[in-house]
């Protein structure tokens, strides 16, 4: 068995079950993990005991000496086919998580049948011991000590929008930490720390106590990589196999040299990134995505190697995958709500290829196809790829991609400079910035370096807000004004009258997420600051200041994760056909039909699901609904601005909350039930409803301006031979299309519908099945049946 194929048999699938709501008693019990996943607990005990011992200090030295604790003290291995080293939890079938974000949704999810598996009894006795050292003192504690009681009522999740506490951090400065090291960052916050000793500013000690806290971050994180060192050593003189011995020797000069000082070799850069990522993601804390751009930072040491002789290009590919296999093994624990967020993903970490350099020019490499064979071959969810297009991308870089997302892997995913550079100018970035530009996880915009601390004030549900709108903002169960009281809909005399009431909603909901985020920023800010990452994120130590207090000065907006436009569009078409055009109802009756769930009324459910204009089939009059419905929504959250002085605007990320977060909106106009799932994307058409081919698709998303807007997100879905054979040409050309239509994100699930549902009925024939989900891919066993029959349900496209 070659080292790759020994890697994957090797690698424990770590995927979040998607259980919220969605299994029978039977699903559940196969839990929220497969059944080799184990909760870890090694990063919980040692944060909490440094954080013990260090009470009363300054919090940026209490996170640095918790971070430099964990680092010195975990458990670390190297298995038998590694290559790239590194490991955050105590073996390679536990999950870590942040305690000290919120301890009480884990401490549920493994007290309950679906997460029973993840500890035994020991290990929960422990948990409790722990957990009690941090009730009153977790970031969720924390925020129900400070909130007010009106802002405690907006916490508390009633289905109109989802505030959560999770975090986004900026992707690092990977270059800079290739090219000086860790051990020249550390000595540029030295200099730094002097420079503040003689300038004593009035802010002198936070400064102080922020740049010692970089010194002991960086300086544990060369001490952690010093340790593989010497276990590969120990390792090594132990090894029979004399092919082994030499690979762990290897290793062990490798891990001597970086991430402490440059890169001088491929290899080298590779351990190098892989250390800061895993370091930043998984163990200072828990975050998403990756986000560099991955064939420009690594071409130059992978051409430099093959031009010294000290690679192949085989040796150069087999590396890669081993990289993407401990990409494969990351992940974190979701509590069974989040499930229904991010249900089979880990933490959807992408990579980004292709696309401009800061001039315009073209950055396709040796370094761009390695990483497309890498992924073809590797068949990984992680690290999934994000592919930039531009007019002067190479014919054959796209056929190569198109052979890749042929295999069912889910990606790349398309993203178009002709609309992102421009949208990133727009709001306020430099065009050096804006063309640099990277995706680090669904649709998430960054760029490499720069502090945007890209934190989404949750997710907004446009369909509730729409309901709320029919009923005035008053629950019709309980007779509770929730909702702003907007005008009554009997009296309703055109579409554009209900479009109004809509946007009412969507602007009392916004200010109450807004309101909650812009106060928890402070408590980020204040207790949980992130002085490693810091390290690494450009002007950080020049400035003196963790990354929580300030912001990249270009980065112009703050988001609002938006959730079932096409949905609110495809009600509102429904509702100006059926009842002001052709009067077939009132207000009054469908608001009635709607409150029973469309009980009484499946005729007319089925007449509105086939007559109803339906957005994604090229027709204006839903496609006009649609851009009033994306530009006015932009519009109401533009008047809202962040803590930064930011504004925000909307976010295409929805993951797999168009499926999880729909339980809780009841039946709407466009023929939708109580808790069905809503479009699978801001761009998509609802499931089944595009049925005037992929190209009308394009031509209705196209209607939607992105420069008014945010970053969409587009799914489609082909059978396998519309991607090979002549159909691989007639493919290239439709990307083509897509790109020239000014639409700014696309990508594919390439999966046989009868291979679907055959996964369904033998689940055990099919476990590595891939389906793109929504921003990520996911295994489809791990998928809820309901979200299941989702996919399934999206049209197959052919031409």
């Known amino acids: 068995m070659d080292k790759a194929a020994l890697a994957k048999s090797h690698v424990v699938i770590k995927t979040a079950r998607n259980i919220k709501r969605a299994y029978t008693l039977d699903e559940a019990s196969r839990g929220a993990y497969r059944k080799d996943v184990r909760l870890g607990l090694e990063r919980q005990r040692l944060i909490t005991e440094s954080y013990k011992a260090t009470e009363g200090e300054p919090m940026a030295i209490r996170r640095a000496k918790a971070f430099q604790h964990i680092l010195l003290n975990m458990t670390i291995y190297i298995r038998e086919w590694e290559m790239i080293v590194g490991n955050f939890s105590e073996s390679p079938h536990h999950l870590p998580y942040a305690i000290e974000e919120n301890w009480g949704s884990v401490h549920r999810l493994v007290n309950s049948e679906a997460g029973i598996t993840l500890l035994d009894d020991k290990g929960r006795k422990e948990l409790d011991e722990l957990c009690q050292y941090w009730k009153g003192r977790s970031i969720s504690d924390l925020h129900q000590k400070y909130f007010s009681e009106e802002m405690m009522a907006d916490f508390k999740y009633e289905g109109t929008y989802l505030w959560s506490l999770w975090t986004e951090g900026a992707i690092p400065n990977f270059d800079k930490v290739l090219k000086l090291g860790l051990r020249g960052i550390i000595q540029q916050a030295r200099n730094r720390l002097s420079e503040v000793e003689k300038e004593l500013p009035l802010d002198y000690s936070e400064k102080k106590d922020f740049l010692e806290a970089v010194v002991i971050s960086l300086e544990a994180a060369v001490r952690f990589a010093h340790r593989y060192s010497d276990l590969a050593r120990e390792l090594s003189e132990k090894e029979a196999d004399e092919t082994r011995k030499h690979e762990l020797q290897a290793i062990a000069a490798v891990c001597d040299r970086v991430p402490e000082n440059p890169a001088e070799t491929f290899h080298e850069a590779l351990q190098s990134f892989y250390f800061i990522h895993m370091i930043n993601r998984q163990i200072e804390y828990m975050g998403y995505g990756i986000g560099a751009r991955f064939d420009i930072l690594m071409n130059p040491y992978y051409t430099n190697d093959i031009k010294e002789g000290r690679i192949t290009r085989e040796s150069a590919l087999e590396l890669l995958k081993l990289l993407w296999f401990k990409f494969e093994e990351c992940g974190r624990v979701y509590s069974p709500f989040l499930s229904g967020v991010y249900g089979g993903s880990q933490i959807v970490q992408a990579l980004t290829i292709g696309g401009v350099d800061e001039d315009g020019k073209d950055v396709t490499n040796e370094m761009t196809y390695l990483v497309l064979e890498t992924v073809e071959s590797a068949r990984t969810l992680q690290g999934s790829l994000n592919l930039r297009l531009h007019d002067g991308t190479p014919k054959n870089l796209v056929f190569k991609a198109i052979d890749v997302v042929r295999t069912g892997v889910g990606y790349p995913a398309f993203f178009n400079d002709k609309v992102m550079i421009p949208l990133l100018l727009k709001w306020g970035l430099p065009l050096k910035d804006a063309r640099n530009y990277a995706i680090r996880g669904c649709v998430y915009v960054n760029i490499p370096g720069k502090n945007m601390l890209r934190r989404a004030a949750g997710y907004l549900m446009l369909p509730k807000c729409l309901w709320w709108a029919l009923h005035q903002g008053v629950d019709p169960k309980t007779g509770e004004q929730k ?282 024939k099919h476990t590595d099945l891939i389906v793109r989900v929504a921003g990520y891919s996911a295994y489809f066993v791990d998928l809820s049946k309901g979200l299941q029959d989702h996919i399934i349900a999206r049209t197959e496209q052919s031409f």
């Open 483 to 764: 909702g702003a009281r907007t005008a009554d809909p009997k009296n309703f005399t055109r579409v554009e009258d209900l479009l109004e009431a809509y946007l009412d909603q969507v602007r009392f909901f916004v200010a109450k997420q807004v309101r909650l985020e812009n106060f928890s920023r402070t408590i980020f800010e204040k207790h949980l600051p992130r002085p490693f990452l810091s390290a690494v994120i450009d002007d950080a130590i020049e400035r003196a200041e963790d990354i929580r207090k300030w912001t990249y000065p270009y980065q112009g907006i703050d988001n609002v994760i938006i959730i079932g436009p096409t949905n609110v569009a495809d009600s509102l078409a429904a509702v100006k056909k059926f009842v002001f055009e052709e009067k077939k109802l009132t207000m009054a009756e469908l608001i009635d039909i709607l409150d029973r769930n469309w009980e009484g009324a499946e005729e007319l459910r089925r007449e509105i699901l086939a007559r109803a204009p339906k957005y994604g089939n090229d027709d204006d009059y839903v496609d006009s609904l649609a851009k009033a419905v994306h530009h006015r929504t932009e519009e109401v959250l533009e008047e809202f601005t962040s803590n930064w002085g930011l504004k925000y605007v909307g976010d295409g990320s929805g993951v797999s909350g168009t499926y999880g977060l729909a339980f809780d909106t009841p039946a709407t106009p466009d023929g939708r039930k109580d808790a069905d799932p809503f479009a699978d994307a801001t761009l998509s058409p609802c499931p089944g409803a595009d049925v005037k081919g992929p190209s009308a698709v394009l031509k209705s998303a196209s209607k939607i301006d992105t420069l008014q807007t945010y970053q969409q997100l587009l799914n489609q879905k082909f059978q396998p031979q519309f991607l090979e054979g002549g159909n691989r040409e007639l493919f290239y050309h439709y990307l083509k299309t897509w790109s020239d239509l000014g639409i700014s994100h696309v990508q594919f699930n390439v999966v046989d519908r009868a291979e679907l549902l055959d996964a369904q009925e033998n689940p055990e």
